[in-house]
């Protein structure tokens, strides 16, 4: 089936059934040969090159099937009191904290939108920014700026495709969600030793106006050396559907070297060219068969992903070199999302790159999900 070019249409039924059935398919099968599973040697960030592999064996089921198909879903990780907690804390954030018109941004997933990228972004490592959904603004003709359409003026949220950087450094639901013991428990049984957090994120894939999120692998935008250690814990707040915008992943893709890293650009920062960009993408593996980079592939069950329904509470863990994307949300329900992003930290030998476009201000460090004293 070719695809929806669906950043122009909802999905049709016809299709829905048979990109459900895939995916029925396939979770089917990874259950049959779960027995079988052996984790892939060398490739997740706790696996060194010269792990002998006894030390994989008796590893749980999930690990299992997160080393070997790079993302793992865990129905109900989070109940309805930490999932609604979070949904009132956003709201309280977005209601006091945003003024549209003294910072208004906006946020897109193509590759001329995350180059194009300025200060408000690049300033939001350590605090929370708001950015709203291209197509909820509008050009004021009298003075050329950009503002809300009417329509979102009264309910400025439902303006937004996301917030970050920092949720998780915020006292109240979102740091309570990021420490708390399920989440090391999770985390460390995957295998990450000294794993920090350097952003979070919560996603609106509002009604009728979420837009296309392009595939992309998370380590692009979250590099560590001298291997690529990051981890995303995407966690549904609403049911995530085919008609809303839920999920699709490439299983097996987490294989693959990372395509590109997303970097400040040294012709701005370092030799101070200010006519030029100051973010840029640099080419780190030209993969002939990923034609779809910072786009969608002409078909998405032919190239080899699947959707991931999911219920609010669910969990989706990927690892940070897996391919995935989300297509738009033409319908009338809302698919709110929170995302951590962790990476190893450096008690296991791995560093932050300093290229990176997200750099903490000097002397603050990411929140470490373990206590080493």
Not at 135 to 154: S, Y
Not at 318 to 335: K, V
């Amino acid at each position: 089936m070719t695809s929806p070019n669906s950043e122009g249409r909802p999905l049709t039924e016809e299709e829905k059934k048979e990109y459900r059935q895939q995916a029925e398919t396939f979770f089917e099968n990874v259950k049959k040969q779960i027995p079988t599973m052996l984790p892939s040697k060398g490739v997740s960030s706790w696996i060194q090159p010269d792990a002998d592999i006894t030390w994989l064996e008796g590893r749980s089921e999930e690990c299992q099937i997160f080393d070997t198909y790079g993302f793992l879903v865990t129905p109900q990780f989070a109940n309805d009191e930490t999932v609604n907690a979070l949904k009132l804390q956003m709201k309280h954030l977005a209601d006091n904290d945003w003024d549209p018109k003294t910072s208004m941004d906006t946020f897109g997933t193509d590759s001329a939108s995350n180059t194009q990228r300025g200060d408000y972004f690049l300033d939001s490592s350590n605090k929370v920014h708001y950015f709203a959904e291209p197509t909820a603004l509008e050009v004021n003709m009298e003075n050329g700026i950009q503002e809300l359409k009417p329509e979102f003026r009264l309910d400025i949220l439902s303006a937004l495709n996301k917030a970050g950087h920092a949720m998780h450094i915020i006292p109240g639901s979102f740091q309570d969600y990021t420490l708390s013991q399920k989440m090391k428990d999770l985390v460390t049984d995957l295998g990450w030793k000294d794993p920090v957090v350097p952003q979070s994120m919560y996603i609106f894939k509002q009604a009728k106006i979420g837009g296309t999120v392009h595939s992309h692998q998370d380590s692009t935008f979250l590099f560590t050396e001298p291997r690529q250690t990051c981890l995303g814990l995407w966690l549904a707040l609403d049911d995530a559907t085919l008609d809303n915008g839920c999920l699709w992943v490439r299983p097996g893709s987490h294989l693959e070297p990372l395509r590109r890293q997303f970097i400040r650009n040294p012709t701005y920062f370092i030799e101070n060219d200010l006519n030029a960009p100051k973010l840029m993408f640099r080419i780190h593996d030209e993969n002939s068969k990923v034609t779809w980079e910072g786009g969608l592939p002409n078909s998405l069950s032919r190239e080899g992903f699947i959707p991931v329904e999911v219920k609010a509470g669910d969990l989706v863990t990927f690892c940070g070199t897996l391919d995935h994307l989300s297509l738009p949300n033409f319908s009338n329900q809302q698919r709110h999302t929170f995302q951590l992003h962790l990476v190893e930290g450096p008690k296991e030998g791995v560093r932050w790159s300093n290229e990176n476009w997200l750099q903490y201000p000097e002397g603050s460090e990411f929140i470490r999900l373990l206590n080493f004293e």
